[in-house]
């Protein structure tokens, strides 16, 4: 399995900032995701982060709002722009391939104030 | 759109107990995974089911893929304190974009 680390692992943040969280895996990985976990609730799929090109968004999350970069294989960036409350959520990062499981980040904790 | 329904969202029971939790869709899936995740941290994969009808057993915690391949549950005899997380399934969906669609999650409490 792939060890995977998230920095930062919580922040508190201004109305109208932005965040960019970054994900690190130990070995290259096909694929990339990040997921938002709102407050006792599951997770939510919010972009495949691919490696050289644009990230492919799910229905309800778009670029302007959750730039994501995916310069190599072991590294990606999620940046929650112009955060307001309702972004306050966990963030995950999770890596994998076609076919295999998925290993999933620590998480970070934004609070936007 | 595919959709797991996971049941029950929240259960509590008193250790040495047995529970099981329930996950259903009205779709096909080609994997189905259970997750377990500690506050503050990630969820960490406890099983992969692939095929059909397939029983996986981890200590005591038993796994069943539907024959279908729409549902799946996760059975553990005599619930410890140390079970105590939330339990999430999700599945890959047969686009097989290696996407995965979670569960509400299951919430589980073992008291002592």
């Known amino acids: 399995s792939a060890v995977i680390s998230q920095k930062p692992s919580r922040d508190i943040c201004q109305r109208g900032t932005s965040l960019t969280i970054q994900c690190q895996v130990d070995s290259q990985v096909t694929m990339m995701f990040w997921y938002r976990q709102q407050p006792g609730q599951s997770l939510t799929l919010i972009a495949t982060a691919n490696q050289g090109s644009e990230a492919t968004y799910e229905s309800g999350f778009v670029i302007d709002k959750f730039p994501i970069s995916r310069p190599n294989l072991t590294f990606s960036t999620l940046t929650v722009s112009n955060m307001s409350p309702e972004d306050s959520s966990i963030y995950l990062c999770?890596?994998?391939?076609?076919?295999?499981?998925?290993?999933f980040g620590p998480g970070t904790r934004l609070t936007v104030l | 759109t595919q959709l797991l329904e996971q049941s029950p969202q929240f259960l509590s029971i008193q250790e040495g107990e047995n529970l099981t939790v329930y996950c259903n869709s009205s779709?096909?899936?080609?994997?189905l995974q259970w997750y377990r995740q500690e506050p503050g941290e990630g969820p960490v994969l406890l099983v992969t089911?692939?095929?059909?009808?397939e029983v996986k057993k981890l200590k005591r915690l038993t796994f069943q893929f539907g024959d279908a391949r729409k549902d799946s549950s996760l059975h553990i005899t005599a619930a410890q304190p140390g079970d105590t997380g939330l339990y999430l399934c999700a599945g890959e969906g047969s686009s097989n974009t290696g996407k995965l669609i979670f569960g509400q999650g299951t919430t589980l409490q073992v008291k002592p």
């Open positions: 999770s890596v994998g391939t076609w076919g295999d499981e998925q290993f």
């Open positions: 779709s096909v899936f080609s994997s």
């Open positions: 089911v692939v095929t059909g009808g």
